[in-house]
Every structure is written in structure tokens, then in C-alpha cells.
Antibody
Framework: EVQLVESGGDLIQPGGSLRLSCAGS????????VSWVRQAPGKGLEWLSI???????YYADSVKGRFSVSRDDPKNTVFLQLDSLRAEDTAMYYC??????????WGQGTLVTVSS | QTVVTQEPPFSVSPGGTVTLTCGLR?????????PSWYRQTPGQAPRTLIY???IRSSGVPDRFSGSILGNKAALTITGAQAEDDSDYYC??????????FGGGTRLTVL
């Protein structure tokens, strides 16, 4: 069964940085498109970024230049680097495999709280 | 900035039929936007219901169906059940390598 497990969420001060991890099991992460999606408390979902099997990366305009996605194939893990964090980045961050233009399998999320 | 629209909170009676829609503030939704639909209950990750307009995801009951109605994508629940009481989100592929979610619709079954 395909599973994704996010980790790395924390309480962080404004302006700080954080790296989130998305570990895959029962599948090879580098063979799949993997997206990051976030959800602010009580709000809707927001697509953030995607990494393709070949390594190409793409971002929503709202996070371009501050967030970056990468992958460690031996660890079967995708990362999301969050820089210059703001209060409005407070959210649950999910990773999801992406196929046929939909977000197929989701992790349970990791919570990022940006506050002084 | 692309804005994807969904209905405000909605209610349906058990056994009833409800159609939720997903539109673009500027423009029409087509199959080229590859609309997909997700259901989310509190504290849980979203679950895929429909993708590529009208394809049911594995394990999704056939009371869920997707379509294009006029200039919007639509999710129809035929014979709503108590467990369908959830938040529903659509997402559109609006341009190359760019997805935009709608704001979601809270569906109450009562």
C-alpha cells in the first residue's frame, strides 16, 4: 500500500527556515510526481509545488523564491525547504503523489506554526 | 491571479441528490482543466473522489459522479448518506504546472 509520511513541522519564528520531509513507502518516490499542498487553520487547500521524476520543479506564484523542493533518492524522500517564513505560512503541509493531474495518495500532514 | 469558485455551505437530506460546482471567476472550465474532487473530514487528509472530470477514484462509491455542466465542473452525489457530511474541494489545472484549488464547500447531510 502506497504511504507517505510527512515530518519536520515545528513552531518557528517569523523570518526563520524549516525543512519538511515526505518519506515514501511501498513505492519508489523518484518514479512519481510528488506535490506539496498546504491548509491554513480553518481554511482551504493550496497547491504549492511539484517535483517530477526527472527532477524538474514547479511552484505556485505565492511561494516562488521562498520555498524549494528537492529529493533524496537513496532515502526515498522528498523535501520542502521553507525560507523567510511568515505568519501566513502557518498551516498543515501535506505531500501527495500526483498522477493524471490529480493528487492521488496523501500523507497525514505536518504542522508548521510561524509565530514569535 | 486565477480564482476557482465553489458554493457556500450547502445542505442535503439523507437520500437526496446534490450537485456541487467548480468554476473560474474569469472563464469557463473544460476537460482541459482536468478537474478533480476531494472530500475531507476534520483532522483528516483529503481523499480523492473524482479525477479528469468524471473518473471515479478506486474504491469511491458510484453515487459520486463528475461532469461538466455549462461552464463549470460538477460533482453530483446521488442518494446522499450521513458519511457524506464533509468538506468538498475541487482543483483545476489552470496552466502549465499550475493547479488552483477552490475554496471548498461544506456539505451538511441532515
Amino acid at each position: 500500500e502506497v504511504q507517505l509520511v510527512e515530518s519536520g513541522g515545528d513552531l518557528i519564528q517569523p523570518g526563520g527556515s524549516l525543512r519538511l520531509s515526505c518519506a515514501g513507502s511501498a513505492f519508489i518516490v523518484s518514479s512519481k510526481h510528488v506535490s506539496w499542498v498546504r491548509q491554513a487553520p480553518g481554511k482551504g487547500l493550496e497547491w504549492l509545488s511539484i517535483i517530477y521524476p526527472a527532477g524538474s520543479t514547479y511552484y505556485a506564484d505565492s511561494v516562488k523564491g521562498r520555498f524549494s523542493v528537492s529529493r533524496d533518492d537513496p532515502k526515498n524522500t522528498v523535501f520542502l525547504q521553507l525560507d523567510s517564513l511568515r505568519a501566513e505560512d502557518t498551516a498543515m503541509y501535506y505531500c501527495a503523489t500526483t498522477a493524471d493531474y490529480r493528487f492521488e495518495f496523501w500523507g497525514q500532514g505536518t504542522l508548521v506554526t510561524v509565530s514569535s | 491571479q486565477t480564482v476557482v469558485t465553489q458554493e457556500p455551505p450547502f445542505s442535503v437530506s439523507p437520500g437526496g441528490t446534490v450537485t456541487l460546482t467548480c468554476g473560474l471567476r474569469s472563464g469557463s472550465v473544460s476537460t482541459n482543466n482536468h478537474p478533480s474532487w476531494y472530500r475531507q473530514t476534520p483532522g483528516q487528509a483529503p481523499r480523492t473522489l473524482i479525477y479528469n472530470t468524471d473518473i471515479r477514484s478506486s474504491g469511491v462509491p458510484d453515487r459520486f459522479s463528475g461532469s461538466i455542466l455549462g461552464n463549470k465542473a460538477a460533482l453530483t452525489i446521488t442518494g446522499a448518506q450521513a458519511e457524506d457530511d464533509s468538506d468538498y474541494y475541487c482543483v483545476l489545472y489552470v496552466s502549465s504546472y499550475n493547479w488552483v484549488f477552490g475554496g471548498g464547500t461544506r456539505l451538511t447531510v441532515l
